[in-house]
């Protein structure tokens, strides 16, 4: 579900991956990584798997995104809707269990080790690496260099998709505060936000269904440079959003694609790149500056 390659790629040649293993009523994600000998990769290594076994197709995650010192973070969905169960309750809930990767954002070096988070210390139960909680399922993953911040975009039910800048230890809400309702109508929490949780910077209702996620530094658009771009796959769309200098979302504009966008990067030449799903399949798209008119 995810390819990223190591900081030290053009030394290294290490490739991550990430994708749903198992079968229909025992399934987990897991992160590999292997070695590209520049025809073929190697040596392939399962370095993380998810500790729990679920069951269905739903809310595997999986995000990667490194950070400056060499480490990375992974994102973990909560494992799917009602009425998927886990430990005779809804899975969903685990989003709020320190103890399980489920809807959480993980913290591991570039081995798949856990990374001990300072904010956990004083909870020996906590899943070592835990880094955040209370995710549904973050589809959109950046770092921002220029304001030393990680940005994550996650769906949600019905309406209520989130843009957050997730810190180490803080905890997201879901599924005990959200904007979001069931597909099948009544409200998932009965407030939206509680001081004991970090709200959202951005509520996309109706839902935008996020995708790729990125901080664009480019070169080739100054004026863009600091901003979020988000994939819409339900919207259609890349969401542009300008940021103030406090790093609060100041304005949303939005990038008619006209098909569901399944990610957005930028790519060496400093262009943002855009990938497709249905009803244009498979599209790659490279925005450019419009010519001086
Ligand atoms: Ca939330």
Do not use: C
């Not at 025809?39 to 076994?53: A, G, M, N, T």
């Not at 995000?63 to 480490?71: I, N, Q």
């Not at 103030?244 to 400093?270: E, K, L, T």
Request: net charge positive.
């Amino acid at each position: 579900m995810e390819v990223s390659v190591h900081p030290r790629f053009a030394d290294n040649g290490l490739v991550y991956l990430t994708y749903a293993a198992g079968t229909e009523t025992a399934n987990h994600t897991r992160l590999a990584r292997a070695r590209f000998d520049g025809r073929s990769l190697k040596d392939l290594q399962v370095i993380f798997e998810v500790p729990q076994r679920k069951a269905g197709g739903q809310h595997f995650g999986s995000r990667l995104v490194w950070l400056p010192d060499g480490t990375v973070l992974l994102a973990i969905g909560d494992g799917g809707n009602p009425p998927v169960q886990l430990d005779g309750a809804l899975i969903r809930v685990q989003a709020q269990n320190r103890a399980s990767a489920l809807g959480k954002i993980l913290h591991l070096t570039d081995a798949g080790q856990p990374v001990r988070a300072a904010a956990f210390a004083a909870d020996p139960g906590a899943l070592p690496g835990l880094w955040s909680l209370g995710h549904r399922n973050i589809q959109g993953l950046a770092y921002d260099r220029g304001r030393a911040r990680v940005w994550a975009t996650e769906h949600g039910a019905q309406g209520g998709d989130e843009l957050n800048s997730p810190r180490a230890g803080a905890n997201y809400g879901w599924p005990l505060v959200t904007h979001s309702r069931e597909y099948f109508g009544p409200a998932i929490s009965a407030a939206t936000g509680s001081p004991r949780f970090v709200d959202p910077e951005l509520v996309w209702t109706p839902a935008i269904a996020p995708s790729g996620l990125v901080v664009y530094n480019g070169a080739q658009m100054p004026a863009w440079r600091g901003q979020l771009f988000a994939g819409g796959l339900v919207s259609q769309a890349v969401h542009r959003l300008t940021l103030d200098a406090g790093g609060r979302v100041s304005g949303q504009h939005r990038i008619d694609i006209g098909a569901r966008v399944r990610d957005v990067r930028q790519g060496p030449d400093g262009f943002l790149y855009v990938l497709t799903d249905a009803p244009r399949d498979g599209q790659l798209i490279r925005l450019e500056p419009a010519p001086p008119s």
